[in-house]
């Protein structure tokens, strides 16, 4: 049985928990200032204990890999890297879109689009379909009318993540279905780390390193003519 630790600090929630062949087993997370420097590691105590395990029992050690703030995203991983090289641990990266689309059970045809926050009317997104492949890999969009008028056009589409306040104000299409229910979480790592255990998918230690979006320039209006000049 895989027992796998998954952390999860890409956004302002500071969460961790144990999954056993990618069931849940223990779930603790809190959301406030300073949660990722002050509270992982009692977060992590919490759930071994919690779950009547110990640090040496664990299989692999799953972190969420970003795109995320910088801040929570070098905690979490350096966490999880100290843990995977200290208990000599694999180490499994997690996209933290696609953890967060893999809480979605779409249909055949449905699209499932995580979004997180960016500056003013900005956000990152990665679209999937109902099997979780990747439709659109990781971009940026400056929310209007039209944005992702393609998707809604052809189907069902669900919009999750912690921007749908902003997207609600621009996107009134009757295929749109904001989920504000389901949020970042460690819950969902579990059943993509598996899987990827289960494949020998595992990170290199040595050159493991976080998405922090550094590579995101100046986001613009793409229905803008000019930008195009």
């Not at 890297?81 to 809480?103: C, E, F, M, R, V």
């Not at 020998?200 to 590579?215: H, I, Q, S, T, W």
Request: net charge negative; charged share 20%.
């Amino acid at each position: 049985m895989a027992k796998i630790l998954s952390i999860e600090t890409a956004t302002s929630v500071c969460s961790v928990a144990i999954h056993a062949n990618g069931e849940l087993i223990s779930l603790a997370e809190v959301s406030e200032q300073g949660a990722h420097a002050q509270k992982l590691m009692l977060l992590i105590d919490h759930v071994l204990m919690e779950s009547g395990m110990d640090y040496s029992e664990l299989d692999a050690i799953a972190v969420s890999e970003g795109p995320g703030s910088y801040t929570g995203l070098r905690i979490g991983v350096s966490t999880a890297k100290g843990l995977a090289y200290g208990l000599d641990k694999p180490l499994i990266g997690i996209n933290t879109l696609k953890a967060l689309a893999s809480a979605v059970l779409a249909e055949e045809g449905e699209v499932v689009l995580p979004i997180m926050d960016a500056r003013r009317m900005e956000i990152y997104y990665e679209a999937f379909d109902s099997s979780l492949n990747s439709l659109i890999p990781l971009d940026s969009e400056v929310l209007n009318e039209e944005s992702f008028k393609n998707f809604l056009e052809s189907g069902r589409v669900y919009f999750l993540g912690d921007a749908l306040e902003k997207l609600k104000t621009v996107i009134h299409h009757p295929n749109a279905e904001f989920l504000d229910s389901i949020g970042f979480s460690a819950s969902h790592l579990g059943g993509l780390a598996y899987s990827k255990w289960l494949k020998n998918e595992m990170e290199d230690l040595a050159y493991f390193v976080p998405n922090y979006l550094k590579e995101f320039k100046a986001l613009h209006p793409k229905k803008n003519p000019l930008l195009n000049l």
